[in-house]
């Protein structure tokens, strides 16, 4: 922040890349403050690139960011707040866009659950409320704690603040509550509410809220309880975390026991027989919506038997037993100013669209994705147009299309052959089929200083080597003074820094003791990285966090799993085999793996990584289930469950479910009607069982 010119002067273009730099610096600044506990601004810098932003923001609104740092007051307190590991994770909800797809989720779930045609299947509807959702843990019948939802798995103890919202009960009322449970819920502020808030903010030069969600989450995430106090926040009860016992054996029994227990339920919430009754019910509430006084964004689909519930678990992030149908998207048109194009980890040339700055449902975007240059030529966008996009949830703005477009239109765009980072050639593949990839990928590979830098960051990304003190801005620094080019680079840091002739971190501006201290300290931290992450981190296309977990369960050491993949990668076939034999992987993750194996940088990479880390086995599955760790193979017809529901149930107690038997089998759960498999594994001498007595084994 050296040579500063004035406001006043600043160009728009000069304005808006200020914005961004703003933008990033802030959002460090904050995250070292509250994150890390490890300021590396003084308060005085601090507040002077906030009033900064501030200021531009105020004579350029239109190039206001929608991540601009004045927008978050209140996610920024948030990191001082300490964390609490919720009992049961707290899920998010597949989404449902159509009737079809609605149709879909319970047919699946027929399919999954083996119902019959005409056997009922109760679900329930009620509004999905837009404000943050709240975990709150009563012991014997006393609210001790309420957590935000965090990362899902980690949230922030907001104990105090909770206890001021009168929805919330202190003590439950009634009788029959579990000594010990979760109640979930959201806490939300209404339209009126809202608008009082605001018109107060704005009479004492506060800062507006953007919409009532955000003005919930900023009002309850305040260190200072009297301003939470102060705000009429509201909370609606709809799901529970961890139980001491069962309390009921519906949803809409649950429901009925919360309001008993002095919680507030919502009134739409009903059950329905049919799909029907259901696409009835989401038609009713986007009518009412408006008159609603709070915001919702779509309805929520639930099973209403919670034995079924149980049965059908969870995949990824989603239950299987609930989905949100969500209202159609919200729209704007505004100015396209340019079509920039990203390159990412794996070389992907991504256009993006950078749009003169619109509020869309509360929410104001700058930014779009236009895919591919397949989608902008169908679009025919060209910068210079009116342009219509859309924003739905939490997905990327998307352009929908041209408005009106104007006779002396810029030229059609043309996506770069080169790469704009790199200048090597930027092609699009042609797969086996003959079929011309989307996507145009810049050829440079390792050279290319956008791949290797996006590449970087993603290694020491939280869901991979989780390096705190080393986000993307410090990965960028030290890449471009050539300090680090591959991940191995960065446990040399030392070294590599003394290599490049740079003083010592210590020495450097924005560093000092201790940041330097805790970021070797963080760097040391991660030297045993368990497998998932570790390969996860490596970046390898179609091997991201789910694939990789999938290895790590399976082959537990890295070295078992790599020998493995090089035996593939030279062709062997039992080892693709092996491979391939993992429920969930498929050709294309173990092609690219191969492919990865295959490439001699890779291999100098991998190696000099492995120097300096060991990579941590990953565990049997915690399960004391005596299937645990053990291959099994379902072949045949299975009368009780499903093929899916007895591979995911099989899955849950650590087993591996493989679709072919060899020797390395430990059980073949075989139907009526098996065939080559049951033969084979007769040959092989396999432990063979009937669907009962695996049922029996597996404690299901
Ligand atoms: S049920 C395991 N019911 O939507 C699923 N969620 O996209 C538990 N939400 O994080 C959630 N209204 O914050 C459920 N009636 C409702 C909801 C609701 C809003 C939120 C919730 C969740 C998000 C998922």
């Not at 396209?336 to 669209?353: D, F, M, N, Y």
């Not at 590979?445 to 986000?471: M, N, W, Y």
């Not at 446990?491 to 560093?511: K, N, S, V």
């Not at 040959?683 to 695996?694: A, P, R």
Request: with cysteine; hydrophobic share 40%.
């Amino acid at each position: 922040m050296s040579k500063q010119v004035s406001v006043e002067a600043l160009s728009e273009a000069e304005a808006r890349r200020e914005l961004a730099r703003l933008a990033t610096e802030i959002r460090l600044a904050d995250n070292a403050y509250y994150k890390d506990d490890d300021p590396h601004l003084s308060d005085a810098e601090y507040d002077a690139m906030r009033a900064r932003n501030e200021q531009i923001e105020a004579q350029f609104p239109h190039l206001k960011r929608s991540d601009s740092p004045s927008e978050r007051v209140g996610a920024q307190v948030s990191e001082a707040f300490s964390k609490v590991t919720h009992g049961v994770p707290m899920l998010s909800l597949d989404n449902a866009f159509s009737d079809e797809d609605v149709a879909e989720f319970a047919a699946r779930i027929r399919r999954y659950l083996g119902l019959g045609e005409d056997e009922p299947l109760v679900l329930t509807a009620e509004p999905k409320i837009d404000g943050l959702s709240l975990s709150l843990t009563y012991e014997s019948g006393r609210l001790v704690r309420a957590a935000t939802r965090g990362d899902g798995s980690v949230g922030e103890d907001v104990t105090v603040n909770a206890r001021t919202v009168e929805d919330i009960p202190d003590t439950l009322k009634g009788e029959g509550w579990p000594d010990k449970i979760e109640i979930r819920g959201e806490v939300y502020m209404t339209g009126e509410a809202f608008k009082v808030l605001n018109a107060n903010q704005e009479v004492a030069g506060k800062k507006v809220f953007a919409n009532p969600r955000n003005a919930a989450a900023g009002s309850l995430r305040q260190l200072d309880v009297s301003i939470t106090r102060a705000r009429p926040l509201r909370f609606f009860a709809y799901a529970w975390g961890e139980t001491s016992e069962r309390f009921a054996a519906t949803q809409a029994e649950a429901i009925e026991k919360f309001r008993d227990w002095g919680f507030v339920t919502n009134e739409l919430f009903h059950p329905h027989e049919t799909v029907d009754g259901l696409l009835d019910a989401y038609r009713d509430m986007t009518e009412r919506r408006t008159l609603l006084g709070y915001d919702i964004d779509g309805v929520v689909y639930k099973v209403n038997r919670l034995d079924w519930q149980e049965r059908l678990g969870f995949v990824s992030r989603f239950p299987r037993w609930a989905i949100a149908h969500k209202f159609p998207a919200e729209r704007a048109v505004t100015k396209l100013e340019a079509i920039e194009i990203q390159v990412g980890r794996t070389g992907t040339l991504t256009p993006v669209a950078r749009l003169k700055p619109v509020t869309v449902g509360g929410v104001v975007v700058s930014n779009a994705t236009l895919h591919n240059e397949d989608e902008i030529a169908r679009l025919d966008v060209r910068p210079g147009d009116m342009v219509e996009i859309q924003r739905a949830g939490d997905v990327i703005p998307q352009v929908l299309g041209v408005v009106d477009p104007d006779e002396n239109r810029s030229p059609a765009f043309k996506m770069p052959e080169e790469c704009p980072q790199c200048g090597a050639a930027a092609v699009r593949e042609t797969d086996e089929k003959g079929e011309e990839d989307v996507r145009r990928r810049c050829t440079g590979g390792l050279t290319c200083p956008a791949q290797a830098v996006e590449r970087l960051k993603h290694f020491v990304s939280r869901k991979a080597l989780d390096i705190d003190g080393l986000g993307a801005k410090q990965v960028e620094l030290f890449h471009a003074l050539g300090i680090l080019e591959g991940p191995q680079d960065i446990y040399r840091l030392t070294a590599r820094i003394e290599e490049a002739g740079e003083p010592p971190l210590t020495e450097w501006d924005g560093f000092g003791e201790t940041s330097a201290k805790n970021l070797f300290a963080s760097i040391d931290a991660r030297r045993n990285p368990p497998f998932q992450r570790f390969l996860n981190g490596l970046g390898i296309r179609h091997v991201g966090e789910t694939t990789s977990g999938l290895f790590a369960r399976h082959f537990l050491s890295w070295a078992a799993f790599w020998s493995t993949v090089e035996k593939a990668s030279r062709g062997e076939e039992a080892a693709e085999g092996e491979l391939l034999s993992i429920d969930g992987v498929g050709q294309t993750a173990v092609k690219s793996l191969k492919g990865f194996a295959a490439e001699p940088h890779n291999r100098d990479m991998l190696q000099s990584l492995l120097e300096e880390v060991g990579v941590a086995d990953a565990e049997a599955a915690a399960t004391d289930s005596p299937v645990a760790g053990k291959t099994i193979v379902f072949t045949g017809t299975l009368e009780r469950m499903t093929r899916d529901e007895a591979k995911s149930r099989a899955t849950a107690l650590g087993a591996k479910v493989s679709g072919s038997v060899s020797a390395k089998t430990d059980i073949v759960v075989a139907g009526p009607g098996a065939g080559s498999k049951l033969k084979k594994a007769e040959e092989l001498g396999l432990q063979v069982m009937s669907e009962d007595d695996w049922l029996e084994l597996a404690g299901l």
